[in-house]
């Protein structure tokens, strides 16, 4: 079940990754900043890429190492 989870932190954050760079249906969905901002605009968009870095980066290295 740890696999399934990393795995799905791993995909969520190469989304969040693309959502900092393109504008597509799915990528507006699950967009950070636009579910915790409330006046989310497209200057808060590089946030999605910090965050994608890290939930992706936590992801794949809990992957590795358990």
């Known amino acids: 079940?740890?696999?399934i989870v990393n795995a799905g932190a791993?995909?969520?954050g190469l989304v969040l990754v693309m959502a900092a760079f393109s504008?597509?249906?799915l990528t507006e969905?699950?967009?950070i900043d636009s579910l915790f901002l409330p006046q989310a605009s497209?200057?808060?968009r590089p946030l999605n890429l910090v965050f994608?870095?890290?939930i992706a980066g936590y992801g794949g290295w809990t992957l590795l190492w358990t």
């Open 23 to 25: 504008r597509h249906q």
């Open 1 to 3: 079940m740890d696999m």
């Open 52 to 54: 994608g870095i890290a």
């Open 10 to 12: 791993v995909v969520y």
């Open 29 to 31: 969905a699950l967009r």
């Open 42 to 44: 497209e200057r808060s």
